[in-house]
């Protein structure tokens, strides 16, 4: 692989920063919507902005380049969104680590990258819900001094931790996969290998 040029932190940069708000807004809608809703996000996310993942990583075929942009995204998403903490983030971008160091060994096949783009999304679910399943009795006086009342925080517990964080995460997976080949049929026409 060729080495790393400025312009391709700069094309991670500004694809991270637009990925990142766009899952922002994605969020903030569906937490608006239902805490269900909101905790199926990151399946949503996956198939509305797989093909960006997979621009960046068709664009710039380098290892490290999925790690960077999932952890510029994440960062950025968590610190708008208020939930920036380190579980989170990390959880999220070691996920994106083991993709890039089996995608690049693998020749960034499509297959590859769908199964490790899934993952990414997953890792999203299960860094969300670090602080209900580790912190719960925290979290839960941290939303009540944001103005939460008792019922709607009993609902975003039940539906992000038990059965429904394991379904999320399927979910989450399966958006992930289905994101990837949509991008791929939206990019074919642009790069020559995914025909």
């Known amino acids: ?56 990583v068709k664009k710039i075929p380098k ?18 969104s208020g939930m920036m903490y380190v579980p989170f983030v990390g959880s999220v971008t070691a996920v994106a680590l083991i993709i890039d160091l089996i ?3 693998l020749s960034y096949r499509i297959p590859v990258l769908a199964a490790g783009y899934g993952l990414i999304q997953a890792a999203y679910v299960f ?11 925290q ?11 008792m019922e709607r925080i009993q609902k975003f517990v039940e539906h992000s931790t038990g059965v429904f964080l394991a379904a999320g995460m399927g979910i989450a997976f399966l958006g992930g996969v289905i994101g990837i080949y949509i991008g791929r049929q939206i990019l074919k026409k642009h790069f020559r290998e995914l025909n």
Request: avoid cysteine; proline fraction near 3%.
């Open 103 to 105: 995608a690049s060994r």
């Open 127 to 137: 860094g969300g819900a670090i602080p209900l399943l580790f912190f719960l009795d």
């Open 139 to 149: 979290e839960m006086v941290r939303w009540q001094e944001a103005g939460m009342d």
């Open 63 to 80: 290892f490290g380049a999925i790690t960077l942009f999932a952890a510029i995204s994440t960062a950025l998403f968590a610190g708008f």
């Open 1 to 56: 692989m060729n080495s790393w040029k400025i312009s391709d932190f700069v094309l991670i940069g500004i694809l991270s920063a637009l990925y990142g708000v766009l899952v922002l807004g994605i969020g903030a809608l569906t937490v608006l919507l239902s805490p269900a809703m909101h905790a199926l996000s990151p399946a949503l996310i996956g198939v509305l902005l797989g093909t960006v993942f997979l621009f960046v």
